[in-house]
């Protein structure tokens, strides 16, 4: 049985009972994916396989033909923590063969909002009661101040507000942790820049999280026709497809064949 994974689409991450703050991705690339990988089984007249579909709230789903949804795990995710508990429930319950990272996963969560008042009178309040305070002592008032707004509660407009932020946990870097021999295509996003920059981008990518592939382009080039971008494996260019469609089916073609190499 192969087993394979993708994320898809844009993470969410809450900032009260209304707000929420997200990305553009629309998880188009992720359900090309998807659709290749459905057409190269079917080509290879495989039944032998499994994908687990990791989906955004607002990633692209469309209708599957009848035959190939038993082959289709949905696994729905919001957060970028929920979608990190998602995968490593999946790697501990099966080994993953393929991951294909698509996600547009968020470097920060929500921490906390504080009216710029109120964090000013905490912080004036703290000088004044210890003259020789610490730079921690001032960072620990800043990542959790006392007079801060409520998760649950719509955040008053009322008055001007600061926000605190939060890193998140690195998905990507938990997949090969969990299984070395998973074969893990990563993606690499970068505003405009030449190609020289983007290449090596990518290669920082691959060599911390240990990704066998890794598909670098550039902000300017996103659209459904026009995406372009270069395909990497082990640090050398394999590929230049251009649009979405081939970009997802050279993505898969490539890695389905390394794969399959030592079956």
């Not at 007249?45 to 994908?51: G, L, V």
Request: glycine share 4%; hydrophobic share 40%; with cysteine.
């Amino acid at each position: 049985m192969i087993h394979i994974a993708i994320t898809a689409g844009g993470t969410e991450e809450p900032i009260d009972g209304v707000r929420k703050i997200t990305n553009m991705s629309s998880g188009s690339l992720g359900w090309h994916c998807l659709e290749a990988l459905l057409a190269n089984m079917h080509k290879q007249n495989r039944t032998d396989f499994e994908i687990h579909y990791i989906k955004a709230p607002k990633a692209i789903t469309k209708q599957l033909d009848a035959k190939y949804q038993p082959h289709v795990n949905f696994v729905n995710v919001s957060d970028t923590q929920s979608v990190y508990n998602s995968v490593e429930r999946l790697l501990d319950r099966v080994k993953i063969d393929l991951f294909i990272h698509s996600m547009a996963i968020s470097d920060f969560a929500y921490a906390y909002s504080a009216s710029i008042a109120d964090l000013a009178s905490e912080l004036h309040q703290a000088f004044r009661e210890n003259k020789d305070i610490s730079t921690e002592e001032i960072e620990a008032i800043l990542r959790d101040p006392k007079n801060k707004y409520s998760k649950e509660d719509k955040i008053s407009s009322q008055k001007e507000i600061l926000m605190g932020f939060k890193t998140t946990p690195k998905v990507i870097s938990l997949i090969k942790k969990k299984n070395p021999e998973t074969f893990l295509v990563g993606f690499k996003l970068v505003k405009s820049h030449d190609e020289e920059f983007l290449i090596s981008e990518a290669e920082k990518l691959r060599k911390i999280n240990r990704c066998d592939a890794v598909f670098a382009n550039e902000s300017s080039q996103l659209s459904e026709e026009s995406h372009a971008g270069i395909l990497m494996h082990l640090g050398k260019i394999v590929a230049r497809p251009t649009g979405k469609r081939e970009i997802a089916e050279t993505i898969v073609n490539f890695a389905v064949n390394e794969i399959l190499k030592n079956e």
